[in-house]
């Protein structure tokens, strides 16, 4: 491996943790992707999969022209969210960039404006929602359909639906856990791919 390369999967892995701490204050279930999984996908880690929504968030301080045909190619092979109802784009894979900041992938385009700038354009909104009735997180296209994306809930409620939301940007970054937040929100090693409501 090269130097550079080693560098920027230095930088990223603690991107990533500032990814992994703000998860964990917000109560998002969060497992990694193991290197030769991801590896298997196209994509080098880290990547994060949230087992509720069945997003993969792939986690990345600079992305290359490269790296966005990559993921475009991933994206493709992902299956259909169970989660998802007919009104919500099937967003499978949300960037993660530096301070906190993310974009979604919809329909093979990331939505590089919104994430890095903060004048709309004409590109998603993506956010991060969670839920009011499960307490799940997901994310979504903010101008499409609110309905929960979590397995197993579907809740809606208009505008009422999101409890706590971020648009672009989790703010403050990271966010750390109240010092009475003793759980983990990290989730036990399982399939990560297909999973099924219960």
């Avoid at 998802?84 to 979604?104: H, Q, R, Y």
Wanted: proline letters at 10%; a positive charge.
């Amino acid at each position: 491996m090269n130097a550079a390369l080693e560098r920027a999967d230095a930088t990223n892995k603690t991107i990533a943790r500032d990814w992994h701490t703000t998860f964990n204050a917000l109560g998002v279930a969060w497992q990694p992707v193991v290197p030769h999984v991801a590896a298997g996908l196209g994509v080098r880690p880290p990547v994060i999969y949230l087992p509720q929504s069945q997003q993969l968030v792939v986690v990345r301080e600079v992305v290359s022209p490269t790296d966005t045909l990559a993921l475009a190619q991933v994206e493709k092979t992902l299956p259909p969210r169970l989660a998802l109802t007919g009104e919500n784009p099937d967003i499978k894979l949300v960037l993660a960039l530096p301070g906190g900041f993310f974009t979604a992938h919809v329909d093979g385009t990331f939505a590089f404006q919104m994430a890095n700038t903060r004048s709309p354009g004409p590109w998603t909104e993506p956010s991060l929602h969670e839920c009011a009735a499960c307490r799940g997180w997901w994310f979504l296209d903010g101008s499409q359909g609110w309905r929960c994306q979590c397995a197993g809930c579907g809740h809606y409620d208009g505008d009422n639906t999101a409890a706590r939301q971020f648009t672009r940007q989790v703010t403050p970054w990271p966010l750390t856990p109240a010092p009475t937040t003793t759980a983990a929100t990290r989730c036990p090693p399982r399939a990560w791919l297909g999973v099924r409501r219960a």
